[in-house]
């Protein structure tokens, strides 16, 4: 079956610090790649997507880069804000299984100022 | 920008009645999703829906459960007879294509359902 699997956190930093945040993912068939977060309070937003192997997906300075080699879709920011103190979840989805997304259990980030 | 909207935002229930969580999908979106995230656990999977019809469904996803479109607006997800174990939050998805085309599902902010 289709399974993802991320860091485990919570992650505290402090502003301006580089962000890294783990994720490796198990898939039958050729998976599109997602990471969402969650703000506090709010439901779940697409914070950047890649679909196919080598693309790199960017948003709000966030990147995370398809890797199909390593199996993995690990989520970088070069200088964390306050403002992205989040939950952030990494997810795929298959075209044969239909769409739905299967996600990772979530990672927790603390930036502190 | 269009949003996907859920009402309400927190629903209280004795276990063994019945609720009904709402969504508004995306107006031009046509496949549609909930899913659920009991507190500390993932984002799960639950049932997929396009053309008044469930696509796909989950083990979880049993006889206590069903969806409706009622209208050409709304969404919903029923639980018949709740149970403890329902306690979770419940997002609602929708996206302008699907089934067997990837696509990007917009979530909504979630239902927070508390079975006592």
């Known amino acids: 079956g289709n399974s993802v699997t991320q860091m485990e956190g919570p992650v505290t930093l402090s502003e301006e610090a580089f962000l890294t945040i783990n994720c490796t993912y198990t898939?039958?068939?050729?998976?599109?790649l997602f990471w969402y977060v969650q703000y506090p309070g709010e439901g779940l937003q697409l914070l950047l997507k890649?679909?196919?192997?080598?693309d790199k997906g960017s948003n709000k300075g966030f990147e995370a880069t398809y890797r199909k080699e390593t199996t993995s879709f690990h989520l970088e920011k070069g200088s964390v804000q306050v403002s992205d103190s989040a939950v952030y979840f990494c997810?795929?989805?298959?075209?044969?299984?239909?769409?739905?997304?299967?996600f990772g259990g979530g990672t927790r980030v603390l930036v502190k100022p | 920008e269009p949003e996907v909207t859920q009402t309400p935002s927190h629903q209280v229930t004795q276990m063994g009645q019945e609720v009904i969580l709402r969504c508004v999908p995306i107006?031009?979106?046509?496949?549609f999703y909930w899913y659920r995230q009991i507190l500390g656990q993932k984002v799960e999977f639950l049932v997929s829906?396009?053309?008044?019809?469930?696509?796909?469904k989950s083990e979880i996803f049993d006889d206590q459960f069903s969806v409706e479109r009622p209208d050409g607006s709304n969404f919903t997800l029923k639980i018949r007879s709740t149970k403890l174990e329902d306690s979770a939050m419940y997002f609602c998805a929708s996206s302008e294509i699907g089934g067997l085309r990837t696509d990007t599902q917009y979530f909504g902010p979630g239902t927070r359902l508390t079975v006592l």
């Open positions: 829906f396009y053309n008044n019809e469930i696509s796909e």
């Open positions: 890649a679909t196919k192997a080598d």
């Open positions: 997810a795929l989805s298959v075209q044969a299984a239909g769409n739905k997304l299967t």
């Open positions: 107006s031009n979106h046509l496949y």
């Open positions: 898939a039958t068939g050729y998976p599109s």
